[in-house]
């Protein structure tokens, strides 16, 4: 509200202000335009000390609602890092320690997020597309399964607690929300041919079957990547926010 005012309001009243004391300097009228540039200066004081308290009030008012938003917003995130290294560690090649997540959890969903976002970016991002070509039919569903959970919980935060969002943090979920739904759309597209054994490709994809799986599964796998992102996008702001709220 603050920073509409400034731009809207504050700028033409700044001008008219300084119009108006320039003409009191070479003509008096009778003291109309001090007048005119006390009443301007006295507007802009009233509407941001009533913009400032209105501000704060709906802040107050809405503390506790948005600090659940925050939390949920803070689970998705950490259900997501962990469905995706749960699929590496399929392959052998996971790394996220449980004691330490243990000992991260002990100490609230704030210190648990920044955890797994910092063994997300040293230790799975690296080994993605590596371990992406290894998953098999049981792990690809259960990933997109759990993609798809996170995807529904995305849509409803949006729905019903959209106008309660600022509109940076809106921005984020909308962001990470088509994230989900493309990387899940492409997955379930491409299922088939992720889970064949290759045999099975050589006989639906014909001649060229290797280089053709190869680029479905780095495709799938760029997907993943940008969904990793677009997940730790949203829970380094919202840490952010928790500074504010106090988890």
Known sequence: MIRYFSTKL???????????LSIHRYWSAGG????????????LLSVFYVGRVQDTYKEIKWLRVRRQ?????????????????????????????????????????????????RLTESQVKPILHQSV?????????????NIS????AIMNCLI??????????YELVLNLHTQLF???????????VLTQTENEADYCLG???DQTRDAIIEFCADYLDGLLKRTMDLGMYQLEVGKKYRF
């Open 10 to 20: 504050l700028i033409p009243l700044v001008l008219l202000t300084v119009v108006a």
């Open 182 to 192: 493309n990387t899940i759309s492409t997955c379930r597209l491409f299922l088939d």
């Open 32 to 43: 109309f335009f001090i007048n005119l540039a006390t009443t301007f200066i006295g507007i």
């Open 69 to 117: 938003i925050a939390e949920h917003l803070l689970l998705s995130v950490n259900v997501l890092l962990t469905s995706v290294n749960d699929a590496c560690k399929s392959t052998g090649q996971g790394y996220f320690e449980a004691g330490t997540l243990y000992q991260s959890a002990r100490q609230g969903i704030e210190h648990s997020t920044l955890e797994l976002m």
């Open 133 to 145: 070509a290894s998953f098999g039919t049981a792990t690809w569903k259960t990933l997109i399964a």
């Open 207 to 209: 001649d060229d079957s």
């Open 149 to 152: 959970g996170v995807h529904n």
């Open 160 to 169: 019903i607690f959209g106008t309660l969002l600022k509109p940076e943090q």
